[in-house]
């Protein structure tokens, strides 16, 4: 086992120590209840959680609550002040501009996962900052990590009980955060890659673009994923030495 593996699980159980204690489940805020809230809801049921779901419409939340194991739904405030972790499954001007002065007191030391794909535009320049950087900006107290866009909201259940793992990177410049973070996309049924800094962020929403690039048939939206595979060393010298 690497040291880098080490201390992702070390600051798993450090981070789970801190928001989680002995006994208790993790309680999840998920702010959002569209295709993607709604996939993670169900992903995350009966995996050790609490669910407090909280929607612009709120019928759309509560009725979700009345499908999901141990999920129940409510307003954004208290939503957001039950749970430790808080997924933000909103587009992000919608996060910035509206959700973030709402709750902004509210998410102090809480972990604050973006999941939005904003993409570019055909014809814009890349943003000089990413979704999450904009987050961060507008959520200082919270340490906001981005994980889970480079996965379809239609095939995540599917996905994550595959035989095949698909890999989850995850940026943020908080590796508690990171930690806890790895910790539920891996009760999911992913295996998880810590991308570095939140300012890597960047890369991480361009990698499913990315992606749509290398196949871009009418339903590759809904189907592609990333598993990183790591080449032992033995393994990348013969490799080498079949190209040289």
């Known amino acids: 086992m690497n040291t880098q593996t080490l201390r ?5 159980a450090r981070r789970r120590a801190a928001v989680m204690p002995s006994g208790t489940k993790t309680a999840i805020s998920i702010v959002g209840c569209g295709q993607m809230g709604t996939a993670l809801a169900r992903a995350l049921a ?3 959680t609490r669910l407090f779901l909280t929607s612009r419409v709120r019928r759309s939340a509560a009725q979700l609550a009345r499908q999901v194991q141990g999920a129940v739904a409510g307003p954004l405030e208290w939503a957001v002040a039950n749970g430790d ?3 933000l499954a909103t587009p992000v001007d919608v996060t910035c501009e509206e959700i973030a002065p709402r709750i902004r ?3 102090k030391d809480k972990v604050l996962i973006d999941v939005s794909n904003p993409g570019l535009l055909e014809g814009r320049e890349r943003p000089e900052l990413s979704a999450a950087e904009r987050i961060a900006q507008a959520m200082p107290a919270g340490h906001v990590v981005k994980a ?5 909201a239609k095939r995540l ?8 793992r698909l890999t989850i990177p995850v940026a943020g410049d908080d590796m508690w955060a990171k930690a806890c973070v790895a910790d539920l996309v891996q009760r999911i049924g992913f295996e998880t890659a810590d991308a ?3 300012s890597s962020s960047r890369w991480v929403e361009g990698l499913s673009w990315l992606l749509l690039q290398i196949d871009n048939s009418a339903d590759a939206d809904e189907t ?7 080449v032992q060393a033995a393994e990348a010298g013969a490799i080498q030495g079949g190209t040289s």
Do not use: D, M, Q
């Open 8 to 12: 992702w699980r070390e600051g798993t």
């Open 46 to 48: 009966g995996k050790g």
């Open 85 to 87: 972790v808080v997924i």
């Open 105 to 107: 007191g509210l998410v």
């Open 148 to 152: 889970l866009n480079c996965v379809a």
């Open 157 to 164: 259940g599917e996905l994550s009980s595959s035989h095949e």
């Open 196 to 198: 570095g800094a939140l």
């Open 224 to 230: 592609l994923g990333l598993p990183l595979v790591r």
